[in-house]
């Protein structure tokens, strides 16, 4: 229902809370419902750890940032009804927008917003046409920029405008991992902190529903 009633709707969680999950689930909703015609997917080309190297062409280099979105669109469908969606599926990259705007009648998915800056996001969310909605999630606790990441200029910035929604899903409901990953992630995030590498979300910047 949160998808439903907002133009822009951003969910915000820590790992394993089906972020990409349940807008996916809402966008081929939208397209067996006739009310979108494709799914666009964009997020920042950021490697974890080490560089895989060289990648000849543009679908082999975006092949493994969609990869989780089809493994996605399987679970929901089945594999044998999975190619009709994945059909209609675009990964854009976040690199080619300037100047473009986005499909008509389309769902937008911008995921993992932490790893984007303020000016990224904002270039994004502005290029949407009347037609489409856009579904934008993050994880401030798995930011790969660090202090950098202007993920809470951005709350800020989109914060309280009429047709924007921002949820905040709560761990210990939404949580879906097994409670070993769980115990290790929050150790993790008491060593990152400590480092002084950990970046904080800031909830004073926006007004936002939680979950």
């Not at 493994?71 to 209609?88: C, L, M, T, W, Y």
């Not at 996001?121 to 606790?141: C, E, H, M």
């Not at 951005?154 to 709560?170: K, R, T």
């Amino acid at each position: 229902n949160f998808l439903r009633e907002n133009d822009i709707s951003i969910i915000l969680s820590g790992a394993g809370c089906a972020k990409d999950f349940v807008q996916m689930f809402r966008a081929i909703e939208g397209l067996k419902n006739k009310e979108f015609e494709r799914i666009v997917i964009t997020k920042p080309i950021v490697e974890l750890g080490k560089s895989v190297g060289f990648l000849p062409g543009l679908d082999d280099k975006f092949d493994p940032y969609l990869k989780s979105f089809y493994d996605i669109v399987d679970k929901i469908v089945g594999k044998e009804n999975s190619n009709a969606i994945k059909a209609k599926i675009q990964f854009e990259h976040i690199g080619f927008q300037r100047g473009n705007t986005f499909p008509e009648h389309s769902v937008i998915i911008l995921s993992e917003l932490q790893n984007m800056s303020c000016h990224e996001a904002i270039s994004y969310v502005t290029r949407l046409p009347q037609s489409s909605k856009l579904f934008a999630n993050g994880d401030w606790q798995q930011s790969d920029l660090g202090s950098k990441s202007g993920l809470n200029d951005f709350l800020e910035c989109v914060s309280g405008v009429d047709g924007v929604g921002i949820a905040i899903l709560d761990p210990a409901v939404h949580q879906m991992r097994r409670k070993i990953i769980n115990d290790i992630s929050e150790n993790y995030l008491k060593v990152m902190k400590r480092s002084g590498k950990y970046f904080e979300l800031d909830r004073s910047k926006f007004k936002h529903k939680e979950f």
